[in-house]
């Protein structure tokens, strides 16, 4: 069985880089000891030839521009810059990925850099724009570094502003933090707000979204994921220190406590793919026991909790520690080291009794720094989940290991959607939601079972063969086809009755009956543990909240991707400038679109004869292509009837100029929600497309008629975009404009790729909810 002992070389994991100092500052240099070792052939230098492999002795060529203007690759500044063509910016992006693993910090310093922020809240006052804010701090003596990678907010209509800039060396940062924090900085009786891009707990979860989107003109999704993944997962040195010594304290205070005690840290911090710039560390405490040892009998437990610190004279043993009941072992071990004061004026320490219980360790600075300490005891099994996540990801065989960015991505999307806390005291959440980042991991291979139809993971093999190779190219392709199909796979996924367990849906009864699990809003099963909802204590508000992000994301990327285009491979999205960090501020990109998507549907007043007349206008998606497809919409999905006073030819043509009268009977737009999860529940083997079609087919003619419209359908001169002209003859235009709104605005949306691939006129072959049920 694996025991990784803990060595703080492998925390630190210096590079030896040294930044160019013929800069305008001298405090780029690495400071550390790696520097003054001889044997450093396999490391790259900037500026020097390293002996490795090609890509890294390619890649050394650009090291040198690229640690000392960081900004260069991540402010608006794209990677063709440093390349001359496409393989040269594959292989600057494959030195960028296996970058990732080693010396990120001193790689891509960015501690010279800083966010500015105010809120403009009297719009009829001068506005503060980034070429304002930039002439102020000169004025006031800060110095600043290139101002050509300078980023700012893209939009200066919200009362939310913000400005990136890169200052001309680490001190000055500090300088104008530290000044903004004590003294404080107005302009024009607006309050200007500045912190590190980079701060104490890694990069804050809005300075992460802002600083992706003031890049996103610059790059394609695959090196924006490199990019994100670059910013979540920098931290720096001084937190490392921090964590190294409080690492020191506390394997040394369990040495006293616990008999030949082993340390060994596990979960996202000990990493390589999973660990970012605030993971906590988590340790299991167990203890070794030396060759020809003698095993002592166990002291009654009685005994040591009437007088914990009595083991501080004769620590526990290693049968003490297998024998007794972890909580009170960890009980017994919080009373010790809280009456400890080297430990109590250093951390707040805290007794968590969950089914695995833990002593939680948090540093105590003044500078808001978030170190925490998770000791569990005896915890194989948490070694071994966190192990099976490292393999999961480790296994993918896809260039670049994809899946690796991947999971990072979904679990940093629940933090900037309010479904994760944050590391930062504003970033915590209330109330809690109660998922965490394992549910969300969890939730990723379930997925990728379920779409390669296949099992990857055996729980009970040995280490390293309990997860099969698969290859994240080959099932998805790229980043956006892996987090589209994500979304709509969880979409039409029944939480309310399904139950996840390893690769199956089965229903939450079912596994209650089977392992005595309680039905939760969140039913999931550990593959390490099929006896253990790890979604238990997951809330129903929780849920509901999930739900509806999911919803808004599928809604963002068919806005994106409202077309497709047929290639030798087939039918793929067309990208009309989606970006993923869009995303990362789910709720309000989505809001965002549909205030933009309003204007598509338009009404107009005319008076008549004495009479007001009320006419729409609706542009219609690039799917609907003919008269026929637009008819077929307005009668099977909206149930619109051919009116009885139609005079036109028999024929239906929507083209011609008098159009086609309908008679509106039915609400068949509202109250659909119900209806389609009463028929998901029974049909579970129909596609969401059927689901919608059949659902409009379920509802009745009226006997009191809504409204009476005329609709024409028409091309916009001198452009490709197709128009529905409808006429109110009768009944409210509201109910109609509500009615052309869920048509195009969600049915045809929610269906795009379906409808796009196979035709609206594939809609007429769906069996019809009466034919069904006969």
């Given amino acids: 069985m694996r025991r990784a002992r803990v060595?703080?070389?492998?925390?630190?994991?210096?590079?030896?880089?040294?930044?160019?100092?013929?800069?305008?500052?001298?405090?780029?240099?690495?400071?550390?000891?790696?520097?003054?070792?001889?044997?450093?052939?396999?490391?790259?230098?900037?500026?020097?030839?390293?002996?490795?492999?090609?890509?890294e002795e390619y890649a050394a060529d650009y090291i040198d521009e690229y640690n000392n203007e960081f900004e260069g690759y991540l402010l608006n500044q794209d990677v063709a810059d440093y390349a001359e063509n496409d393989e040269d910016k594959r292989k600057f992006i494959s030195y960028v990925n296996m970058s990732l693993d080693t010396g990120l910090t001193e790689n891509y310093d960015c501690r010279h850099v800083v966010v500015a922020r105010w809120t403009q809240i009297d719009q009829t006052a001068a506005l503060i724009n980034a070429k304002a804010i930039v002439n102020f701090f000169e004025t006031v003596g800060y110095r600043l570094g290139q101002k050509n990678r300078i980023g700012f907010s893209?939009?200066?209509?919200?009362?939310?502003?913000?400005?990136?800039?890169?200052?001309?060396?680490?001190?000055?940062?500090?300088?104008?933090?530290?000044?903004?924090e004590t003294k404080g900085f107005g302009l024009n009786s607006t309050i200007i707000h500045i912190n590190p891009l980079i701060?104490?707990?890694?990069?804050?979860?809005?300075?992460?979204?802002?600083?992706?989107?003031?890049?996103q003109e610059c790059f394609n999704n695959s090196e924006m994921m490199d990019l994100f993944v670059i910013s979540v997962r920098l931290e720096l040195p001084?937190?490392?220190?921090?964590?190294?010594?409080?690492?020191?304290?506390?394997?040394?205070?369990?040495?006293?406590?616990?008999?030949?005690?082993?340390?060994?840290?596990?979960?996202?911090?000990?990493?390589?793919?999973?660990?970012?710039?605030?993971?906590?560390?988590?340790?299991?405490?167990?203890?070794?026991?030396?060759?020809?040892?003698?095993?002592?009998?166990?002291?009654?437990?009685?005994q040591i909790l009437a007088y914990p610190k009595c083991i501080t004279d004769h620590p526990l043993t290693k049968a003490e520690l297998e024998s007794y009941p972890q909580e009170e072992t960890v009980k017994i071990l919080f009373h010790c080291f809280n009456d400890n004061p080297v430990f109590k004026n250093k951390f707040r320490i805290r007794f968590v009794?969950?089914?695995?219980?833990?002593?939680?360790?948090?540093?105590?600075?003044?500078?808001?720094?978030?170190?925490?300490?998770?000791?569990?005891?005896?915890?194989?099994?948490?070694?071994?989940k966190a192990d099976l996540l490292d393999e999961f990801i480790i296994k993918d065989r896809s260039e670049d290991n994809k899946m690796k960015n991947a999971m990072l991505f979904i679990v940093h999307w629940a933090r900037t959607n309010k479904l994760l806390p944050g590391a930062y005291s504003d970033e915590k959440l209330e109330p809690k939601t109660n998922l965490n980042s394992y549910i969300f991991n969890q939730l990723i291979i379930h997925f990728v079972q379920a779409a390669a139809d296949k099992i990857f993971i055996h729980p009970q093999a040995r280490l390293g063969a309990r997860v099969d190779d698969y290859n994240f190219d080959t099932l998805f392709g790229d980043y956006v086809k892996f987090l589209s199909d994500f979304f709509k796979y969880y979409?039409?996924?029944?939480?309310?009755?399904?139950?996840?367990?390893?690769?199956?849906?089965?229903?939450?009864?079912?596994?209650?009956?089977?392992?005595?699990?309680?039905?939760?809003?969140?039913?999931?099963?550990?593959?390490?543990?099929?006896?253990?909802?790890i979604s238990a204590k997951v809330t129903e508000e929780?849920?509901?909240?999930?739900?509806?992000?999911?919803?808004n994301t599928l809604f963002i990327v068919s806005h994106y991707f409202s077309q497709l285009f047929c290639t030798s491979a087939g039918f793929q999205l067309k990208q009309k400038q989606f970006r993923l960090n869009l995303l990362l501020e789910t709720n309000e990109t989505a809001v965002a679109i549909m205030k933009n998507r309003e204007s598509k549907i338009s009404v107009t007043a005319k008076m008549l004869a004495g009479t007001e007349k009320h006419y729409m206008s609706v542009q219609l998606p690039d799917v609907i292509e003919t008269s026929n497809d637009l008819m077929l919409l307005l009668t099977r999905i909206l149930r619109f009837d051919v009116s009885p006073n139609y005079q036109g030819p028999s024929v239906y043509d929507l083209y011609n100029t008098g159009g086609v009268v309908f008679c509106v009977q039915s609400k068949s737009w509202i109250g659909r929600r119900k209806k389609k999860h009463q028929m998901k529940s029974a049909r579970s083997d129909l596609t969401p497309l059927q689901l919608d079609v059949i659902c409009s087919d379920t509802y009745q003619y009226e006997d009191q008629m809504v409204a009476e419209i005329r609709v024409v359908m028409g091309n916009a001169p001198k452009t490709t975009w197709k128009f529905a002209y409808i006429e109110m003859m009768h009944g409210q235009v509201s109910d109609v404009r509500d009615a052309?709104?869920?048509?195009m605005d969600q049915f045809v949306f929610n269906n795009i790729e379906e409808l796009s691939h196979n035709g609206i006129q594939s809609i007429a072959k769906i069996p019809t909810a009466e034919s069904m049920e006969s």
């Fill in 491 to 533: 979409a039409s996924f029944d939480f309310t009755t399904k139950a996840i367990y390893g690769k199956q849906a089965m229903q939450k009864t079912t596994l209650a009956n089977v392992h005595g699990a309680k039905v939760t809003p969140l039913m999931m099963m550990d593959p390490m543990d099929c006896t253990h909802n």
């Fill in 542 to 551: 929780a849920m509901k909240q999930l739900n509806g992000l999911i919803r």
């Fill in 154 to 180: 893209l939009s200066s209509n919200g009362p939310e502003q913000y400005i990136i800039l890169p200052m001309i060396s680490v001190d000055e940062a500090k300088r104008i933090c530290n000044d903004s």
């Fill in 353 to 384: 009794p969950a089914r695995t219980p833990i002593l939680i360790f948090n540093t105590i600075t003044n500078d808001g720094m978030n170190v925490s300490y998770d000791i569990s005891i005896c915890n194989q099994r948490g070694v071994d």
């Fill in 238 to 302: 001084e937190r490392l220190k921090v964590i190294e010594n409080g690492l020191n304290l506390i394997k040394r205070g369990i040495s006293e406590l616990v008999d030949n005690a082993s340390c060994e840290t596990f979960g996202s911090f000990s990493s390589k793919v999973r660990r970012t710039g605030f993971s906590d560390i988590d340790i299991n405490v167990e203890s070794v026991r030396k060759p020809g040892q003698q095993m002592p009998s166990p002291r009654p437990l009685k």
């Fill in 740 to 743: 052309m709104h869920y048509l």
């Fill in 199 to 215: 701060g104490v707990n890694g990069i804050r979860l809005q300075d992460g979204n802002d600083f992706l989107r003031v890049s």
């Fill in 7 to 55: 060595h703080f070389g492998s925390i630190r994991q210096r590079r030896g880089f040294v930044y160019d100092t013929d800069s305008e500052s001298d405090d780029y240099e690495c400071m550390d000891d790696s520097k003054d070792e001889k044997d450093n052939t396999n490391t790259p230098v900037p500026g020097k030839r390293g002996v490795g492999e090609d890509d």
